[in-house]
């Protein structure tokens, strides 16, 4: 069974569009899942499960499912109500009313009140320093009161053109003793198990206020730093859901697992810490930038499939990206070098390049960069740090000299870009700008949206020219130019099988209106069949009449059945089925436990022998063998009948009567589960758990129980 790669970890997608400028009412809103289990690769582990503490996207990307603030976003990065029903906004744009929505519920099935909505906007004014989100909506926050029971207003300090996206800080219980310990939210999840390090786990919350949202019954997400680990869980089927695939992998996984393409709000940057030299020098910054090929990153890491950008907002955010941006900072080795003479760096100089852990991606981009900058003299000492090391001396202590990493998008253009902003506590590169400080206070004083557009422009042009980061590429539609190649060639092998098949048909001896109405038929009778069939009309005519037919589902009529073909597969196709999964029961019920013994009995005779006859069982045709199975067991022994009852008239004798095509089809097949079985036991005796079990006296039964539930 094939499984699916995700690009995207959250799991619950909501199409919805906003209401006026003024006001907004929950539009329709429709979703769809598959329903089951499902395990999802993470690749770093959670900074803070309280929401007002998190500050990792990834944290943000898995607790999305299980909290809720007064709105929420899309998929496509719009607005729409959550906990609340609606709201509107006062003229002068200070008060905002928010109407609870009837019925909502906690995961501990408490009734949603005000004094709920109340507390947990309170409660954001305490020592939540990291959630910038959370600490600028606290900060704008006059007054909250209640209005009636389903009804609050909230007032503000200040004019806040974006304080809408701020609105979706979470809200939660306020009888809570310990978030941290037992996250309740209002998602469409609700909180399992977390094991630091290794997994955690939400289940459906019934009670969800969307009706059939969520269909998935329980989610994993299984925290595995290493990407070459993770490949081999999904090959393995450990995990089900890969989000941000790198294209690398997509030949080795292509023909077995379902690749999904979303668009990505994610950007990949070099950035340095413009506070240490020589990075202070504007020159130095310009010449980095001069001396990056984005390109040659993009064909060596991300098969040809990214695009070089020249500012840190993605251009999926359409109407803010300054597309100007591109191209400023073309790839010039003699610019470079001639900035870096001017700079007083002729001889170049040597840094140290800090690259995150978990996310290999990085630590291969690393090393096409420090090769890049050698060409201008520029020496970058490459040094791996784990995840944790990286938040805590990178991005909170501002220890380091330079690092690649990738920034997610925000709903809100401003939360991209604050950033970069001299005061803000995310602007780890330490960049200060007046000019770009003064454009970004602007942004907040208007609530014009044409106003704000222009503003985010400008904001992003001073990044460009200032390059306080380099912005290196970012992932086009992820994986879509390689997704509209392949069935480009679907396309093109589809229309060369048929033109292959339908020659065929043309040059085999015989022909179909003699064969249907027999030799002894009058030329009047051909003639007229061969009109009704259009085998009078040119080859093409007949082609395209053929594909059309094919294309609405008409597959002709049977020449030796004289009955439509279609109905011939319905008659037949429950039997087949059947069969075949009758076929894959047995091949699973009998290879697992011949794949284990194999495995235990390893480079014994006994294991040997097992090895023998699983390779016989490939080489012997399946036909030759229902021909043998019929007749030693149907005919000499008479053990199964072979006159065919249909399983509507006696399911017990339907079974019987297909046991033997079944042995048959299965034979081949249980030799290739017990040598996958055999593989996969053999691999897991080698880990440190089963040798621990081992050592402890449990025995090889037991240590099987492990990896098969």
């Known amino acids: 069974m094939k499984k699916l790669i995700g690009l995207l970890a959250v799991l619950v997608l909501i199409v919805s569009g906003c209401g006026k400028e003024k006001s907004s009412n929950e539009n329709s809103l429709k979703t769809k899942v598959d329903g089951g289990e499902l395990v999802v690769r993470i690749s770093q582990d959670m900074d803070f499960l309280d929401p007002h503490k998190a500050v990792a996207a990834g944290t943000h990307e898995v607790m999305f499912n299980v909290f809720e603030g007064l709105l929420k976003p899309t998929h496509d990065g719009k607005l729409v109500p959550a906990v609340a029903e609606s709201f509107k906004i006062s003229k002068d744009n200070l008060v ?334 330490n960049y200060k700008s007046k000019e770009y400080d003064a454009v970004m206070k602007k942004v907040t004083q208007t609530t014009d949206g044409k106003t704000k557009i222009e503003l985010y422009k400008k904001a992003q042009m001073i990044l460009a020219k200032d390059i306080p980061v380099v912005p290196l590429f970012r992932k086009i539609g992820e994986n879509m130019i390689y997704l509209i190649k392949k069935i480009s060639i679907m396309i093109f092998t589809l229309f060369l099988v048929s033109v292959i098949s339908f020659s065929v048909f043309q040059i085999i001896p015989g022909d179909p209106v003699l064969s249907k109405l027999g030799i002894e038929a009058s030329q009047e009778q051909i003639d007229t069949l061969r009109i009704e069939l259009m085998l009078d009309k040119p080859l093409s005519t007949q082609y395209i009449y053929w594909v059309k037919n094919i294309l609405k589902g008409d597959l002709g009529e049977s020449i030796s059945f004289s009955r439509p073909i279609k109905k011939l597969i319905k008659e037949r196709i429950l039997v087949t089925l059947s069969l075949g999964i009758y076929a894959i029961l047995i091949a699973v019920v009998i290879g697992i436990p011949i794949g284990i013994l194999n495995a235990k009995y390893n480079n014994t005779k006994f294991g040997v022998y097992l090895s023998f006859f699983s390779q016989i069982g490939l080489a012997i045709p399946e036909f030759w063998l229902g021909i043998i199975f019929l007749i030693i067991f149907g005919i000499i022994f008479k053990l199964f009948s072979l006159k065919y009852v249909s399983f509507s008239q006696d399911p017990i004798s339907y079974i019987k009567i297909i046991t033997l095509p079944a042995f048959a089809l299965a034979v081949s097949r249980i030799s290739v589960v017990a040598r996958h079985m055999k593989n996969i036991t053999l691999e897991e005796q080698e880990k440190d758990y089963v040798r621990t079990a081992y050592s402890k006296g449990i025995m090889y039964i037991s240590t099987i129980s492990f990896k098969m539930p």
């Open 96 to 429: 905002y009313t928010f109407k609870l929505r009837d019925g909502i519920k906690f995961h501990n099935a408490k009734n949603v009140e005000i004094e709920d909505i109340i507390f947990s906007l309170t409660r954001i004014s305490g020592d939540f320093p990291g959630n910038l989100v959370v600490k600028d909506l606290a900060k704008n926050i006059k007054n909250i009161k209640k209005i009636d029971d389903k009804t609050v207003a909230i007032e503000l300090n200040k004019v806040d053109g974006t304080i809408l996206s701020k609105f979706t800080t979470a809200i939660i219980p306020r009888d809570v003793k310990d978030i941290e310990k037992t996250p309740i939210g209002t998602g469409p999840f609700k909180f399992v198990e977390y094991l630091p390090g290794q997994k955690l786990v939400m289940e459906k919350f019934k009670g969800y206020w969307m009706p059939g949202i969520p269909i998935v019954d329980k989610v994993e997400f299984s925290i595995i730093k290493d990407e070459q680990s993770a490949i081999l869980s999904l090959q393995r089927g450990e995990i089900d859901l890969y989000p941000r695939l790198g294209s690398t992998y997509i030949p080795t996984l292509e023909n077995t697992h379902n690749i999904i393409v979303t668009q990505q709000n994610l950007m990949q940057i070099l950035a340095l810490n413009n506070k240490v030299k020589p990075f202070d020098d504007l020159k130095v910054r310009q010449a980095i930038a001069y001396a990056m090929n984005p390109q040659e990153i993009i064909d060596t890491l991300d098969a040809g499939l990214g695009k070089p950008i020249g500012t840190n907002m993605s251009p999926v955010m359409k109407n803010y990206y300054n597309a100007k941006t591109e191209g400023i900072y073309k790839h010039n080795i003699k610019k470079a070098k001639k900035l870096l003479k001017e700079a007083g760096y002729e001889n170049g100089f040597e840094f140290t390049l800090s690259l995150p852990t978990n996310y290999r991606f990085h630590a291969d981009t690393g090393v096409i960069v420090s090769e890049q900058l050698k060409k201008v003299g520029i020496k970058a000492n490459l040094v791996e740090v784990e995840w944790g090391t990286w938040l805590k001396d990178i991005y909170a202590s501002r220890k380091y000299e330079g690092t690649i990493i990738a920034l997610d998008g925000k709903i809100e253009p401003y939360d991209i870009l604050n950033r970069y902003i001299s005061t803000n506590n995310r602007n780890f590169m």
